[in-house]
């Protein structure tokens, strides 16, 4: 079965600070994709990335950074010089096998986000 | 932009009452999702439905059924309130993708907070 596991419940960095989400996954498919989603506190989940799991090359969006790893079914995401904005609930997601043309994501348990002043 | 809408940010209903939550979408997504979002456990599939009047459960859909006459329109019906149903519940669309194509992310309504007494 699909599954996808955020150990980090909570983390509370000061601004400024590099700060690093972990997302281990399981799966037994061979072709998936991997989602990050922000939810701030507004309560509506943003898109943040998607990735095949045919590129393993890293990836970079301004503060926003994501590593790939299937050697060990990671996919992290780290925010470089953390800003009060980012704080927020962070979801890592991976795509199950397609039904009907409709492809159902497996969440993880959230990492709630606290950037201090 | 893409816009889902859902009919209420915050609901209080009692115990046995039959509870109605809407969500709309205007972007013409085949694919509609319903979430239930639990501190510790993220977000879980309870219905979803890749076109109308077609719908498939998810991974919790016991005590939930859905509607789905109209695109735009996916309701979530809680037939009889129960006191573990207090959550909140998030709606989602996507356009429908066909064998090996990328998956289209899922855009999120802001939530209904469903408390039930």
């Known amino acids: 079965a699909q599954k996808v596991t955020q150990a980090q419940t909570e983390i509370s960095v000061v601004e400024k600070e590099d700060v690093t989400l972990d997302c281990v996954y399981e799966?037994?498919?061979?072709?998936?994709?991997l989602f990050w989603y922000k939810q701030p506190p507004s309560g509506e989940l943003v898109f943040l990335i998607r990735?095949?799991?045919?590129?393993?090359q890293n990836e970079i969006s301004g503060r926003y950074s994501w590593n790939f790893q299937k050697s060990t079914s990671s996919f992290n995401f780290t925010i470089t010089a953390s800003q009060v904005v980012d704080s927020a609930v962070y979801f890592c997601?991976?795509?199950?096998?397609?039904?009907?043309?409709?492809?159902?994501?497996?969440f993880g348990q959230g990492t709630r986000l606290t950037i201090n002043p | 932009d893409v816009k889902v809408t859902q009919s209420s940010r915050y609901l209080v209903k009692r115990t046995g009452e039959k509870v109605f939550l809407e969500c709309v979408q205007d972007m013409d997504h085949e694919n509609m999702f319903w979430y239930r979002q639990d501190p510790g456990l993220g977000l879980r599939l309870i219905y979803f439905s890749y076109d109308v009047k077609m719908k498939e459960k998810g991974d919790i859909p016991e005590g939930y059924s859905v509607s789905r006459e109209k695109k735009e329109r996916f309701s979530l019906i809680l037939e009889s309130a129960s006191t573990n149903q207090t959550s909140m519940y998030l709606c989602a669309s996507r356009v429908r993708t066909s064998g090996g194509d990328i998956p289209y992310e899922q855009y999120f309504g802001p939530g209904t907070r469903l408390t039930v007494t």
């Open positions: 799966t037994r498919d061979t072709t998936y994709y």
């Open positions: 997601a991976l795509s199950e096998a397609e039904y009907q043309g409709a492809q159902k994501l497996v």
């Open positions: 990735r095949n799991s045919f590129d393993e």
